[in-house]
């Protein structure tokens, strides 16, 4: 991973190619490259360690010229990150190849290729690709033929392009457990990891699905099935705008995104209501039938996508009364499962590519559970082409790599779910009227929250010189908490814990002292008092409390404690409202310790790899 671009038509491409990855930099990487075929129909390459700047500048004085090419991001799995293991990677200056996903037997590949004479120059599972597709070429395959013939070899993940001297019109593209989509031009095609990277190219595009293998050339586009059938995908106009993914008056877009939450949420919540009832149809045609019969769930997710889906637990069981379990992706496949009858399995994932969400939810339609939802942003993601139903958050494209309206959107989704389920199973109709109208005035709550910027700008500054924090809450904010300490440690690299309130006495209380900042979310709820009490034990040690409080929480400023006092907020959306200004510490945070916010090292945007 992280980034792939192609390119074949009849004008130059090299500027179109760097424009396109430009494009994926939210995606985070630590290497780009570039390679084309030039007028001689000879492979030409760039590559360079560190910003796609670095390669726009070193092509402006050394330019690459042709009508066909692919280009890389890459996010290092394999081998440190450097120009020898950056993509394209190219087999004897006939094959140029860029893959995103991991290639589990690229060992034995390698060995095997080596005993033919292959040297290898990288330390990349990658560059078994190229090498392998020479071999076949060697022996009288075609450029397809060569390509198809090495993808049945590979164990593992992958979404490749490819180009070569022996076949210069073509651009040839796979995919297996890694998105890849096609765009389609005027007399010239394209391929891109990612809609947003061919903004400006195209409207239409092809999602390529699992196993297939396509051979474009600028007025072609042959897709075959994994059986190796011709078959045809279709053509979707997506109206993706270049405001969308601009970061306008904004320095980030972190914070873009951030105050971008109100009307994000307005949007996830329209035309899914009606006279203070949430409509089953917001959930697809089987919905109706599918909700009446459901006696448990079972949630899959992510880093913030499942503190999304803990959120939820607590209002699954309260609210709707069945019984919810949360699990990591990444965990999920690899333990034995108990499946309850009626349960319903719930995938959350804001780009819909997510590997380990993907492959728990084929691993779910495996072991019989009783029907699938996918809380999404991207409707033509693979995670919602696989699931029977879906919920879309309509966040718009979120470019930060810290997710923020995206896991609001989420939070909303699977209250409107929420909804939906417990009416079925005791929620009564003025029960189900007081959430309705909660989330219809959750977009001025949230516009209110962001009013308090300039007071948590001023907090951000005695984070300064920390390196470590502690986030608590109780109940729902529990998991609040926990995104907000995510938030802090990927963008601000401050080591952050977050703790259930009440667990501080069991271990954490060690670790309290003047340096050590305590932040904690205390809406006015039935455990305000016991999250008081938990407080008084950290000023009693003199740590430093920073407290988001409910203006009607009995709680004042006092040496040690800094209390910054949150609006009246219902308890049931308590916990989207205390989110945000947790985002906003986190990003003011950043900027005083001068991080990279959109692009904090090591990390990706949509982590595609197991």
């Known amino acids: 991973m992280c980034g792939i671009v192609g390119a074949v038509a009849h004008r130059l491409i090299s500027s179109v190619l760097l424009d396109s990855l430009k494009r994926l930099e939210y995606r985070g990487y630590d290497s780009a490259g570039i390679a084309v075929l030039d007028e001689s129909d000879q492979l030409e390459r760039a590559r360079k360690k ?31 990150p450097s120009e020898r293991n950056a993509h394209p990677h190219i087999c004897r200056d006939t094959v140029a190849v860029v893959h995103n996903g991991i290639i589990e037997n690229h060992d034995l590949l390698r060995t095997k290729l080596r005993q033919k004479g292959y040297e290898f120059s990288s330390e990349t599972d990658t560059e078994v690709i190229p090498y392998q597709i020479h071999d076949f070429l060697t022996n009288g ?8 013939s090495t993808c049945q070899l590979l164990e593992g993940a992958y979404a490749l392009g490819v180009i070569s001297t022996t076949d210069p019109r073509q651009l040839i593209a796979a995919r297996k457990r890694s998105p890849l989509v096609i765009g ?16 400006g190219e195209t409207q239409r595009f092809i999602f390529l699905e699992d196993g297939d293998i396509a051979m474009l050339t600028a007025e072609t586009i042959d897709i075959y099935d994994a059986d190796g059938n011709l078959v045809a995908r279709p053509v979707h106009e997506m109206k993706i705008s270049a405001d969308a993914i601009e970061r306008g008056e904004y320095r980030h877009y972190m914070i873009k995104e951030i105050y971008e939450q109100p009307i994000a949420i307005e949007k996830t919540v329209d035309g899914r ?8 149809a917001a959930f697809g045609p089987t919905a109706t039938e599918a909700f009446d019969t459901i006696k448990a769930v079972q949630i899959v997710a992510c880093g913030t996508s499942h503190h999304a889906g803990l959120v ?14 949360v699990e990591v992706a990444s965990e999920f496949r690899y333990r034995k499962q108990i499946v309850r009858p009626d349960t319903l399995f719930i995938t959350i994932s804001q780009s819909g590519e997510t590997a380990d969400t993907l492959a728990a939810l084929k691993e779910a339609k495996q072991l019989g559970y009783a029907h699938t939802l996918a809380i999404c942003n991207v409707a033509e993601s693979s ?57 219809e005035d959750l977009p001025g709550q949230i516009t209110k929250v962001l009013q308090l910027d300039g007071e948590i700008e001023c907090w951000a500054q005695q984070f300064g010189n920390k390196h470590h924090a502690l986030y608590v809450g109780r109940g ?4 609040v908490a926990m995104e907000g300490a995510l938030k802090l440690k990927e963008i601000s690299y401050i080591h952050a814990e977050a703790y259930p309130a009440g667990e501080l006495k069991h271990g954490p209380l060690a670790l309290i002292d003047s340096e050590m900042p305590v932040i904690a979310v205390a809406p006015n709820n039935e455990l305000l008092e016991k999250l008081k009490s938990n407080l008084q ?19 004042e400023n006092a040496p040690g404690v800094s209390i910054l006092r949150v609006a009246e907020t219902d308890e049931i959306v308590a916990p989207i409202v205390y989110t945000v200004p947790l985002q906003l510490l986190a990003y003011h945070v950043a900027l005083i310790k001068g991080t990279d916010v959109d692009q904090p090292r090591n990390l990706a945007k949509s982590v595609t790899v197991e």
């Open 476 to 479: 729902a904010q529990y998991p």
């Open 312 to 325: 939820s637990r607590y209002w699954m069981e309260a609210i709707a009364g069945l019984p919810c379990n």
């Open 141 to 148: 395959s075609s450029l397809f033929d060569a390509v198809k």
């Open 383 to 439: 995670i919602v082409r696989e699931s029977e139903s879906a919920l879309m958050t309509r966040a718009g494209p979120e470019i930060g790599v810290a997710s923020t309206k995206a896991f609001t959107t989420q939070l909303v989704a699977l209250l409107l779910l929420v909804v939906a389920l417990g009416k079925r199973n005791g929620l009564t109709g003025s029960q189900e009227a007081k959430i309705v109208k909660e989330l």
């Open 537 to 555: 034990e950290v000023q009693a040690r003199g740590g430093e409390l920073y407290v988001f409080a409910d203006v009607r929480a009995a709680m």
């Open 184 to 199: 389609v031009g005027e007399s010239e095609n394209f391929i891109a990891s990612d809609v947003f990277a061919l903004v």
């Open 50 to 80: 560190g910003k796609i700047k670095e390669l726009e500048s070193y092509i402006r004085r050394s330019p690459i010229v042709g009508k066909i090419g692919i280009a890389h991001t890459r996010w290092a799995t394999h081998g440190v």
């Open 273 to 280: 209501i009606q006279a203070g009832r949430v409509l089953d």
